[in-house]
């Protein structure tokens, strides 16, 4: 079973950047979906952002939207996660995950099968 693991958290003050990278352990011919969640103290795991292995346009949270780019790196099995202007609100334990034979890529937690294990990202003020 492929496995994930995420990389490039930290801590940032607000207004910088940070960018994350999701590894996988093996290329896989099936169409999926790969996700960014992420996870605040005392809230629910959301969505980030997805992109799809079939190509077209990666979807993005409202509140990320033109702030943070998810790109997909095939040669390298990997997904990357360029955060800029970020903000205090972006602290989470962010997660990538993956999902086989979707489309369009869900936005729900429960769809995806496989995750990391995450990695913090803490913007202060």
């Known amino acids: 079973q492929v496995q994930l693991a995420e990389s490039g958290g930290g801590s940032m003050q607000a207004g910088g950047s940070l960018t994350l990278s999701c590894a996988a352990s093996?290329?896989?011919?099936?169409?999926?979906?790969m996700a960014w969640f992420r996870e605040a103290p005392g809230k629910r795991r959301e969505v980030v952002a997805t992109?799809?292995?079939?190509?077209?346009?990666?979807y993005y949270h409202d509140s990320v939207k033109a702030r943070f780019t998810m790109s997909r790196d095939n040669a390298e099995n990997a997904v990357h996660l360029q955060m800029n202007s970020l903000k205090p609100e972006d602290t989470a334990m962010y997660y990538c995950a993956v999902a086989f034979d979707v489309w369009p890529c869900p936005p729900h937690r429960v769809a995806y099968a496989i995750w990391g294990q995450g990695t913090q990202v803490t913007v202060s003020s």
């Open positions: 992109i799809y292995s079939g190509g077209g346009n990666p």
């Open positions: 093996e290329r896989s011919d099936r169409r999926n979906c």
